[in-house]
């Protein structure tokens, strides 16, 4: 029987003003090759309230779609009573990743990410400014 593995890693990901949105799938395959697991577990989770990840078809009208469904579920020019304690006009940022989420869980299979054909893994930018978004990511399982 194959011993259990556990591997860990930090990304960095360069986003602009949000919703900015951007493909990690070769990113997180990237860690899976270095971990030497093939078999098991991806989990991923963005580093700060005001980010989340999850997957999509990663082609410009799915984007465009995602980020006004984005803005729609909290538009910047609503009222959030988290403006009347930071003035910092991001609101709208918090409460939008909240509702996407900040981590992701996918199955780790011959050595890459399982996903669909036009499913692809991406990390969002939901605040009022450009980020450098941190993701921390561990996989979990046996190698080959």
């Known amino acids: 029987m194959a011993d259990l593995r ?23 395959n990237g860690v899976i090759r270095e971990s030497g697991i093939r078999e098991g577990t991806l989990a991923a989770c963005v580093v700060g309230s005001t980010g989340s990840l999850t997957t999509i078809e990663y082609e410009p009208g799915v984007v465009a779609d995602l980020k006004a469904a984005i803005e729609r579920l909290a538009p910047p020019d609503a009222y959030y009573a988290h403006e009347e304690a930071w003035h910092d006009g991001n609101g709208h940022s918090h409460v939008q990743a909240a509702l996407l989420g900040p981590s992701i869980h996918l199955a780790v299979r ?18 009022n400014r450009a980020r450098q978004r941190p993701i921390e990511v561990t996989v979990t399982g046996v190698g080959g």
């Open 110 to 127: 011959d050595g890459r990410l399982r996903l669909g054909t036009w499913q692809q893994v991406v990390v969002i930018n939901h605040d």
């Open 6 to 28: 556990q591997h860990a890693a930090s990304l960095t990901v360069a986003l602009g003003t949000g919703p900015d949105i951007r493909d990690i799938t070769d990113e997180l």
